[in-house]
Structures are given as C-alpha cells and as structure tokens.
C-alpha cells in the first residue's frame, strides 16, 4: 500500500510511518523543511517537500497521489480545521483511505485533581472540552465523510507514552527540577487513560488493513492516578512528594500543563478490541520510572 503519512516528523507519526516501511508499505511523509526531508530519506520515507499552510495544495496533490492517507499532525486548529476539509472535499468518491489522529483531550475533564468515575466508549457521549472544539469538530468532519465513497476513519488514544514522550511522567520529573519535590494537583487523583507508542501504530496498521468506513477507534491499554506517579518519581529520586494548588500548577508546567496535569480523561477501547482485534501489548506506564532521559528532566541545572 502507498501510504502518506501527514505529521511524519513527529512523534506518532514518525514512529508509525517507520513501522509502515518496515512492513513494506510504501510510504511517503510530509516534510516542511529540506533538513526534515533528509531525515526522513534516511528511514527510508519518500518526503514531500510542503506544508498545511501556504503549499497546502502540494500536500493534497500528494495525498491524491496515494492509496492511504493518515493525519498525525499537531498543528494550530485553524490549520488543522483548513486541511482537513480540504482532504475530505479532494478525497471525496475515490475510495482511498484516510485515518485521522485525534486525543482523548476532546472529553477532558477539569477535575481539579480529583478523581472522575467517568470512562468513555468511542460512541458514548460527552461534554466536549471548550478548548478542543475545534478538534472535535475536525472527528466529525472525518466520520462524516465516510458516507461520499472514502473509508474515513479516527482513532483517538489516550496518552500516548513511550521513547521520547512528552507526557505525564517526564512532566512529573521536571516537577522535580522547578520545586524539588514531585507534584500533583490536588488530591491528585485525576486519571488519563494511557496507551504505548507501538500500541498505537499497531492499532493503525490494522485500521489500514482492515478498518471500515466510518471506523471510530479508542486506544487505551491502563490508567494510572497523577499521584501515584509522583509517588514513584519521588521514591526513584529519593525526593518528596508535593501537592499543589491548580494556580501553583501554572508556575510548575505553564497554564496548558497546568490544564492537563489537574484533568481526568478516560477512555475504553470497544470498538477497536472487537471490529479490529486491537490488544494491547504495553500496560505499564511506571515501568519508564528510573529512564536516565528522565532523571536529567529532574536536574534543575540542566
């Protein structure tokens, strides 16, 4: 299958759009930029030399030119919501494929910490969060174009971990270097449902190989509250633990960390399990605690 891979810099989609070579796809990636390009080359990905804003068109050409298209791209929404209307209006009736990426950000909830009993299905639903309209907006454009001749799908994960994550433990470590004790907001209870990095491409590769138009996938493999990570940071570092206020949050990760290190966001992965066969390898997210990557972010001096 050719295969193009939008956001193939990035994290999820870097590492899927390897995977796919590696199973002998053809895949080509979007690259803004000649050194991204080179990059890419080097893992064997065909770059395309474009972007989602002013050589849009070059990046439509090139989804028009494969069989598959997946969108991995963490973009400003205004971008986002102009690129993906143009990918469903161009692939329209052609029968190829396209796989949104979207976040369990969508149904975040500001919790303030605490716990929330809420757990969502892929079609439960749900009070979406203010600042994700737009990207819940850009789901329903995807799924609603699964009805004009395109097998349109999403796959929303949880928090993705894995080599080279930005999530809720590297977050907890520079906790560490900011106050010298591993925080959590509140009582810090708040859970996101969390999932792999291989997981997840897995996840995508069967969507490819075998997801319906109109597919909607979860991906969550375990949960684990904010607390109990800082628990572990703090055993690993010999440190304290530390519960903040959501206003001294802001000073530890800045007013979007703040937002989703006191948020809960659970999921539950049906639809993926029993249309896909989707089943989880990687269950334990504290099984990174100790990463060397990991104790650098705890070094205020670095």
């Given at each position: 299958?050719?295969v193009?891979?939008?956001?193939?810099?990035g994290?999820?989609?870097?590492?899927?759009?390897?995977?796919?070579?590696?199973?002998?796809?053809?895949?080509?990636?979007?690259?803004?930029?000649?050194?991204a390009?080179?990059?890419?080359?080097?893992?064997?990905?065909?770059?395309?030399?474009?972007?989602?804003?002013?050589?849009?068109?070059?990046?439509?050409?090139?989804?028009?030119?494969?069989?598959?298209?997946?969108?991995?791209?963490?973009?400003?929404?205004?971008?986002?919501t102009?690129?993906?209307g143009s990918?469903?209006?161009?692939?329209?009736?052609?029968?190829?494929?396209?796989?949104?990426?979207?976040?369990?950000?969508?149904?975040?909830?500001?919790?303030?910490?605490?716990?929330?009993?809420?757990?969502?299905?892929?079609?439960?639903?749900f009070?979406?969060?203010?600042?994700?309209?737009?990207?819940?907006?850009?789901?329903?454009?995807?799924?609603?174009?699964?009805?004009?001749?395109?097998?349109?799908?999403?796959?929303?994960?949880?928090?993705?971990?894995?080599?080279?994550?930005?999530?809720?433990?590297?977050?907890?470590?520079?906790?560490?270097?900011?106050?010298?004790?591993a925080?959590?907001?509140?009582?810090?209870?708040?859970?996101?449902?969390?999932?792999?990095i291989d997981?997840?491409?897995?996840?995508?590769?069967?969507?490819?190989?075998?997801?319906?138009?109109?597919?909607?996938?979860?991906?969550?493999?375990?949960?684990?509250?904010?607390?109990?990570?800082?628990?572990?940071?703090?055993?690993?570092?010999?440190?304290?633990?530390?519960?903040?206020?959501?206003?001294?949050?802001?000073?530890?990760?800045?007013?979007?960390?703040?937002?989703?290190?006191?948020?809960?966001?659970r999921?539950?992965?049906?639809?993926?399990?029993?249309?896909?066969?989707?089943?989880?390898?990687?269950?334990d997210?504290?099984?990174?605690?100790?990463?060397?990557?990991?104790?650098?972010?705890?070094?205020?001096?670095?």
């Open positions: 299958m050719n193009f891979v939008i956001g193939a810099t994290f999820v989609g870097g590492t899927l759009a390897r995977r796919l070579t590696a199973r002998e796809h053809l895949v080509t990636g979007l690259a803004r930029t000649d050194v390009a080179v990059a890419l080359a080097a893992d064997g990905i065909t770059p395309v030399v474009a972007d989602l804003d002013s050589r849009r068109s070059a990046t439509i050409d090139a989804a028009l030119r494969a069989d598959a298209v997946v969108y991995t791209a963490q973009v400003d929404p205004v971008l986002e102009a690129t993906v990918l469903t209006r161009a692939m329209a009736g052609t029968g190829k494929t396209l796989i949104f990426l979207s976040g369990s950000g969508v149904l975040l909830q500001r919790t303030a910490g605490a716990w929330s009993q809420d757990s969502f299905a892929e079609h439960d639903p009070t979406v969060e203010p600042l994700a309209t737009s990207r819940k907006a850009a789901e329903d454009t995807v799924l609603a174009a699964a009805s004009d001749r395109l097998r349109a799908m999403v796959i929303r994960p949880g928090l993705i971990w894995g080599p080279g994550d930005h999530g809720h433990v590297p977050m907890t470590y520079q906790s560490v270097a900011a106050t010298g004790a925080c959590y907001v509140g009582p810090g209870l708040n859970t996101y449902s969390h999932v792999h997981d997840v491409t897995h996840l995508f590769t069967l969507a490819l190989e075998a997801g319906r138009a109109g597919g909607f996938y979860h991906a969550v493999a375990g949960e684990v509250p904010n607390r109990w990570i800082a628990e572990r940071v703090a055993n690993d570092l010999g440190c304290d633990t530390r519960s903040v206020t959501p206003q001294e949050a802001v000073l530890v990760w800045g007013e979007f960390g703040a937002l989703v290190m006191a948020a809960s966001s999921l539950r992965a049906v639809r993926a399990q029993e249309e896909l066969g989707w089943c989880p390898e990687r269950t997210m504290l099984s990174t605690i100790g990463e060397a990557r990991l104790r650098k972010l705890a070094d205020h001096s670095t």
